[in-house]
């Protein structure tokens, strides 16, 4: 039973936007054949999209890797003081979709990303979440 | 492709076991009939567990959910400094291996669960890993 759309976490004030963290996993969808990962287009593609503005307060990095190897291409969305989600089943033009999610998430007083208003991509694709580790008060 | 095994984040210095953060999901395995959760029983069993010593610095708490669903039953191991692990596939006689992961986690000087001497249930039910969001110095 999923519960995910209910917030859980101690609410922020009202304020700016939280910086966000989009980490692409630049191991998946490695082929072997000499081409770059599928993942390094993925994260080359949220740069450029990010660079073409909008997106808000996000920084944009490589991991190896989010061992959510069976669900490829994966990413992950995460803020300091709020959750952590991490998508798989993503391909080359997912970009957008997680600038979106990254955005939701930056602009949510909870610290959760709406279900409301996410990319399709973002609710079928969701792996896992996991809320701020510290300080515990955030959590139930 | 896996790069499970390869740290990548920047080695700690030696030092005491850094404090790890347990979350078990309490909505997972819930049936329907009045009878709590599994997952209840599950985080149950991991605080005796650990009130029977030996798992050194923990926090247990509850979470509502981990969105890993489809894969239930959920926890997470965490730490501050380090990654952070998602589990599925888990079951009530999961605990001990649970705090096992704990401890490996918080006695990590690279802030990585080491791939050797992880239980079994902690390889095969691994559903991703997240390195620590900030500072991202700590990524390549």
């Known amino acids: 039973m999923t519960d995910e759309t209910t917030p859980d976490v101690s609410a922020r004030g009202?304020?700016?936007a939280a910086p966000v963290t989009l980490l692409v996993c630049v191991t998946c969808g490695a082929e072997g054949d000499g081409k770059p990962p599928?993942?390094?287009?993925?994260?080359?593609?949220?740069?450029?999209?990010?660079?073409?503005?909008?997106?808000?307060?996000i920084e944009i990095a490589p991991?190896?890797?989010?061992?959510?190897c069976k669900r490829?291409?994966?990413?992950a969305l995460g803020r300091a003081d709020?959750?952590?989600?991490?998508?798989?089943?993503?391909?080359?033009?997912?970009?957008?979709?997680?600038l979106e999610g990254a955005r939701?998430?930056?602009?949510?007083e909870d610290g959760l990303m709406?279900?409301?208003?996410?990319?399709?991509?973002?609710?079928?694709g969701l792996v896992a979440r996991i809320p701020p580790l510290f300080p515990s008060k955030d959590r139930p």
Chains 1, 2 share one sequence.
């Not at 993942?39 to 808000?56: H, I, N, V, W, Y």
Request: charged letters at 20%.
């Open 63 to 68: 991991v190896r890797c989010l061992a959510n």
């Open 14 to 16: 009202p304020g700016a």
């Open 104 to 108: 939701l998430l930056a602009a949510a």
């Open 38 to 57: 599928r993942g390094e287009a993925l994260l080359a593609a949220a740069r450029a999209a990010d660079a073409a503005g909008g997106s808000g307060p």
């Open 72 to 75: 490829a291409l994966s990413a």
């Open 114 to 124: 709406p279900w409301r208003g996410r990319p399709e991509r973002l609710k079928r």
């Open 82 to 98: 709020g959750w952590t989600y991490v998508f798989g089943d993503l391909d080359g033009a997912s970009a957008g979709d997680l």
